[in-house]
Nanobody, 116 residues
Framework: QVQLVESGGGLVQPGDSLRLSCAAS????????MGWDRQIPGKEREMVAT???????NYADSVKGRFTISSDNDKNTVYLQMNNLKPEDTAVYYCTVTSRLNRVYWGQGTQVTVSS
C-alpha cells in the first residue's frame, strides 16, 4: 500500500508564498518522478510541476518563474515552493508519484486559497 501525505496548504494573500510538502511511503518499488497537479474549481486537473529522480524539472507555463519544485530522494519527499501567489492559483493541489513500474499515485489533496 502506498501513502502520500501532503502538508502546507492554506489561505494567503496575493503576493504571498507557501511551501507544499509531500512524503511518500509504502510499496512503491522505486520512484521515477514526483510532482504536483492542481484542480481549479470548474476546470480539469492540470500538471503544475514535475521532477524526475535525476533532478529534471518541468513546469506549467502559468507558474514558471514563480514556483519551484524540489525533492529529497532519500526521504521520498517532494516540495513545491510557491512565490508571488495569485488568486488564479487557488486550487486543490495533489501530490503525484510515478513509480519505476509506471504506476501513478495521488495524494488526498491540499487546499490553497489566494484571496485578499
Amino acid at each position: 500500500q502506498v501513502q502520500l501525505v501532503e502538508s502546507g496548504g492554506g489561505l494567503v494573500q496575493p503576493g504571498d508564498s507557501l511551501r507544499l510538502s509531500c512524503a511518500a511511503s509504502g510499496s512503491i518499488f522505486g520512484i521515477r518522478a514526483m510532482g504536483w497537479d492542481r484542480q481549479i474549481p470548474g476546470k480539469e486537473r492540470e500538471m503544475v510541476a514535475t521532477i524526475t529522480s535525476g533532478g529534471s524539472t518541468n513546469y506549467a507555463d502559468s507558474v514558471k518563474g514563480r514556483f519551484t519544485i524540489s525533492s529529497d530522494n532519500d526521504k521520498n519527499t517532494v516540495y513545491l515552493q510557491m512565490n508571488n501567489l495569485k488568486p488564479e492559483d487557488t486550487a486543490v493541489y495533489y501530490c503525484t508519484v510515478t513509480s519505476r513500474l509506471n504506476r501513478v499515485y495521488w495524494g488526498q489533496g491540499t487546499q490553497v486559497t489566494v484571496s485578499s
